[in-house]
């Protein structure tokens, strides 16, 4: 059974975030593979922390504080983890990664980040990087539902989870990924 946690959803979910658990559990019940959604952080097979306002951030920051010590164990061990926004910007500099910083921008970007090419809104003074990855952790700037835009790193998020994604249902992900691709303005 795979664990699927993500940290106060119904509070860092700026941007649909919470989308991509969603994406995650429809493609993993699609393929008939057995998981379960949870808020414990600990030891789960993947790990999201969304985006969040300034406030509920400020308002958890103890609890997020605790998580440093699992972060650091994921992103030396590569593992299946995805920090947005906000939640990004505060733990990069903790676990050790540098930020640059800017003016702030606000539009959809496309990037091309360790043989994938990303999509997503971007809207943040962190000029770099925008979008992270490290065997299966994930740290970015992009909102929303990353993952229904990126089929490549939900196939990565798959396979390191020891699942793929293959067959009708994640073909017609990607046509449907493909579809914003080219309906969205860069």
């Known amino acids: ?14 941007n649909g975030d919470q989308g991509n658990i969603a994406v995650l559990a429809t493609h993993l019940s699609a393929i008939g593979q057995a998981f379960e959604l949870s808020e414990d952080c600990n030891e789960s097979d993947f790990l999201m922390i969304g985006d969040s306002s300034i406030a509920v951030h400020e308002h958890y920051q103890q609890e997020l504080s605790e998580l440093l010590p699992e972060l650091k164990l994921r992103l030396l061990a590569g593992k299946p983890t995805l920090l947005v926004g906000r939640s990004w910007e505060y733990f990069a500099p903790l676990l050790g990664l540098e930020m640059s910083q ?11 980040v360790a043989n994938h090419e990303v999509i997503g ?8 990087p925008r979008f992270f990855i490290s065997g299966a952790f994930i740290g970015t700037t992009l909102f929303g539902p990353l993952l229904a835009k990126n089929p490549s ?30 309906a969205t303005t860069f």
């Open 1 to 14: 059974m795979i664990k699927l946690a993500s940290f106060k959803p119904e509070f860092f979910d700026n």
């Open 153 to 182: 790193v939900l196939k990565l998020l798959g396979s390191s989870l020891g699942v793929e994604f293959e067959g009708e249902f994640f073909r017609e992900s990607e046509r449907l990924a493909n579809l914003v691709r080219e």
């Open 102 to 112: 800017g003016s702030r921008e606000s539009k959809f970007v496309q990037l091309k």
């Open 121 to 128: 809104y971007h809207n943040s003074t962190v000029v770099q």
